[in-house]
């Protein structure tokens, strides 16, 4: 009863008898009611379903979750940050564009991230405060970067800065990266508060990870320190070498990868 929103007995009895019927004229028996209650992985598949919205993924996403990797999909953008995805959307999100082996491979490191048309700055205003270090008085508040909402699409993002990535430039950050490539902070943002949601997990604790974009006086943003005071948004130059700043670079999106 207290995690129903209205737990008035008689509300509660009055909707919970309005939904059985409901559901048993269209089609469900007495006795499928016996299934949740004698099984609880199908409790918690009934409560993951009904709070997507009724959304099915699809054998893409299917696939990628029974590999065992991380995964902040649809059904978490719809629970977490209120998506109502059009049809358009989840047609630009049923194929994954990363291989099986790419996904063997990076389950252990990163985070599949299904990312919608969200801004930094409205993803800040659907969480709650104490989730973002800063609001009224950012520096970032008239940023073009923090208000860009970005597209639909699939990103393979770390859940860490690379080993030994920190105490360098950007530029010999870089050269770490290999063929991955800078994520941009929305991408980050994103995950980092997406993941948090959905698991209470709190990433990049301790260490900033450089983004794709620059700030308006040419300084790059930086995404991390998600600690007590919530996660920082900041700047520093390319050519500064600090402990507390690495790169997390995320893999490219190709279906031959």
């Not at 990363?98 to 299904?114: D, M, N, P, Y």
């Not at 919608?116 to 405060?129: A, G, H, Q, T, Y």
């Not at 008085?137 to 859940?159: I, M, P, T």
């Not at 990870?209 to 006086?217: F, P």
Request: proline content about 5%.
């Amino acid at each position: 009863m207290s995690n129903i929103a209205n737990p008035n007995p008689e509300k509660v009895i009055a909707r919970t008898s309005e939904c059985l019927r409901r559901l048993m004229e269209a089609g469900l028996t007495f006795e499928d009611l016996q299934l949740p209650i004698d099984d609880p992985k199908m409790r918690a598949r009934l409560v993951r379903f009904w709070r997507s919205d009724g959304y099915e993924s699809t054998a893409d996403e299917k696939v990628a979750r029974a590999l065992g990797i991380l995964v902040f999909g649809v059904p978490e953008a719809i629970q977490h940050f209120g998506i109502k995805p059009t049809p358009e959307q989840l047609a630009t999100l049923a194929n994954i564009p990363f291989s099986e082996g790419v996904l063997q491979e990076c389950k252990g490191t990163h985070i599949l991230v299904a990312t919608f048309p969200l801004s930094i700055l409205d993803i800040r205003e659907k969480v709650k405060r104490e989730l973002f270090c800063s609001h009224e008085d950012s520096w970032y508040n008239n940023e073009q970067f923090a208000q860009n909402k970005g597209e639909v699409g699939w990103h393979l993002v770390r859940k860490n800065v690379l080993p030994n990535s920190t105490d360098k430039t950007y530029a010999d950050q870089q050269t770490l990266a290999d063929t991955d490539e800078t994520p941009s902070a929305r991408v980050m943002v994103y995950t980092i508060i997406g993941h948090y949601l959905a698991t209470g997990e709190q990433l990049f604790k301790n260490v900033y990870t450089r983004c794709a974009e620059l700030g308006a006086d040419g300084i790059r943003v930086l995404v991390g320190y998600f600690f007590a005071y919530g996660l920082g948004v900041y700047y520093y130059s390319d050519d500064y070498c600090g402990s507390w700043i690495g790169l997390a670079p995320a893999r490219k999106r190709t279906l031959n990868a």
